[in-house]
């Protein structure tokens, strides 16, 4: 499969509290980005990180890369109803520059 | 930052027909383009890419004969579902990115209903 694998595949809680996403891809990459996609709409670019990082932040979003493990993990803190969307990793392959996308995540807020 | 478009957002067919999509980077030149298929509630998946002024690089299993793409100048990509059935009811993407940039820009999108 040309895709990563992301757990969990649905996520529920409480507005408020954090919520984690791990993605796990099989390349060596150049880059992983992280995109929302409400339902049924296009995506929305949230973050990119680097190979050669190891964590960034941007607002309520913190996402780290373990290169070693192939793994990535994005975490939003103090969620908020807005927030509810599927989100997807998508990493760029060091040998090509297509983008491959993750299984993906569907996030639910509770208000 | 950059903007892609899709036209159109939305069409239904009869099954049989072919159906054009159009994906265009409106302020930024993109000599390589890409289209994604999702159903619903799965994943993109890469369909393929597509190369200004030269023919498009199709991922596995996806047939080049179904699904034409035309990459005619560095703003404009086209891919045309030919003969359109039922299975081909999906929501369409495309993505450019301008030699500067390391992210692609996506497009909103183009939901395809085909009866």
């Known amino acids: 499969s040309q895709q990563g694998e992301e757990d969990p595949q649905a996520l529920s809680i409480q507005e408020g509290e954090n919520a984690t996403m791990n993605c796990s891809y099989k390349?060596?990459?150049?880059?992983l980005q992280w995109y929302r996609q409400n339902s049924g709409r296009g995506l929305v670019h949230l973050i990119l990180i680097r190979s050669n990082e190891r964590e960034k932040h941007s607002g309520r979003l913190r996402v780290t890369l373990d290169t070693s493990k192939k793994s990535s993990s994005l975490l939003i803190t103090a969620s908020r109803a807005a927030d509810t969307a599927s989100y997807f990793c998508?990493?760029?392959?060091?040998?090509?520059?297509?983008?491959?996308f993750g299984s993906g995540t569907r996030l639910s807020i509770r208000p | 930052g950059a903007v892609v478009s899709q036209h159109p957002s939305r069409v239904i067919c009869k099954s049989g027909t072919s159906v054009k999509i159009e994906c265009r980077s409106l302020d930024f030149q993109a000599t390589t383009m890409f289209w994604y298929r999702q159903f619903p509630k799965q994943s993109l998946m890469l369909m393929a890419t597509?190369?200004?002024?030269?023919?498009?690089?199709?991922e596995q299993g996806v047939e080049k004969d179904k699904f034409l793409i035309n990459h005619a100048s560095l703003t404009l990509s086209t891919l045309t579902v030919t003969s359109a059935h039922p299975e081909d009811s999906s929501f369409y993407i495309c993505?450019?990115?301008?030699?500067?940039?390391?992210?692609?820009?996506f497009g909103p999108g183009t939901r395809l209903l085909v009866l």
């Open positions: 390349t060596s990459i150049n880059n």
């Open positions: 998508a990493t760029d392959a060091s040998s090509a520059s297509k983008i491959i």
């Open positions: 597509s190369n200004e002024g030269s023919k498009a690089t199709y």
């Open positions: 993505s450019a990115g301008d030699r500067a940039q390391e992210t692609q820009y």
